[in-house]
């Protein structure tokens, strides 16, 4: 692991766009489940029934019932090591974007300024029917919360069967296209179309470093150097190397 890792950092130090694309694995060590955990949330809500934009259009009340359970774990989460590591690499100048499929605002907390938001984000609330959006701690005391024109909000997230924000799938093609290192942290990789942001970068030649506690179909397919464990640990080790080998770049 220890070579590994080594690789990793002089792969990174050495390229002139690194890009990182999060999955719901990074958050796990924060106490968010993701989508794979036995127990938690999940179990619970099943997302092919509860994270679609159908299941919301026929039933939001039904659907809030889990959005308020989820809130609740996410509103009290605080960034772990790799959200950190992340935050402090792109500081150093290492780590120029992170793509990611999350909504928990952990990577911004954790220091990082450059994130593609690729699935939204659950700072805002809006009406799918009159557009209007609100700020979620105006709406705090209400439950479900209601637009003005009496409609139930829908958080800015994108529920399966939604598009993807243009901007957000734009620059992140755009980026992967031109990418030299990419690092895949915690996902697995089979939420489309995230799930072609490395192939893409692959096809432009980017070295491919995936962090995941399992291997997942990009391991042995166009994966370059597989890290395996906690997303925490490896980063924070990955981190530790880049500063021993590099320095601060502009
Ligand atoms: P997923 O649940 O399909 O896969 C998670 C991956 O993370 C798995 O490959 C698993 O092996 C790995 N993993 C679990 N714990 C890990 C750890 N400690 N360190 C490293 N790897 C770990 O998640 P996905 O690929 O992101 O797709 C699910 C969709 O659901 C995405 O859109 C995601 O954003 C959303 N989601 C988001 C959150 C969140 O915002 N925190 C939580 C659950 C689901």
Known sequence: MENLIAEAADIIINSNLTLALTGAGISVESGIPDFRSAEGLWSKYD?????????FRANPEKVWNMLREMDAVVSGAKPNKAHLGLGELEKMGYLHFIITQNIDNLHQEGGAKNVIEY???????????????????????????????????????????????ADALN????????????????????????????????????????????????????????????????????????????????
């Not at 029934?49 to 299941?55: D, N, Q, W």
């Not at 005391?141 to 529920?159: A, N, S």
């Not at 179909?217 to 640990?233: C, K, R, V, Y």
Request: some cysteine; hydrophobic content about 35%; proline content about 7%.
């Open 47 to 55: 997302p092919a029934e509860y994270a679609t934009i159908e299941a």
């Open 119 to 165: 699935h939204g984000n659950s700072r805002t609330l809006s009406c799918i029917w009159c557009g209007k959006r609100y700020g979620v701690e105006e709406k705090r005391d209400q439950f479900p919360p209601r637009c003005e024109c009496g409609k139930i909000l829908k958080p800015d997230v994108v529920f399966f069967g939604e598009p993807i924000p």
């Open 171 to 250: 620059r992140s093609f755009q980026l992967a296209s031109s990418a030299e290192a990419l690092l895949v942290i915690g996902t697995s990789a089979v939420v489309s179309p995230a799930n072609t942001i490395p192939t893409v970068a692959k096809q432009n030649n980017a070295t491919i470093i995936e962090i995941n506690m399992e291997k997942t179909h990009l391991t042995d397919s166009i994966t370059d150097i597989f890290l395996q464990g906690s997303a925490g640990e490896i980063v924070d080790a990955l981190v530790r190397e880049v500063k021993r080998k590099g320095s601060f770049r502009p």
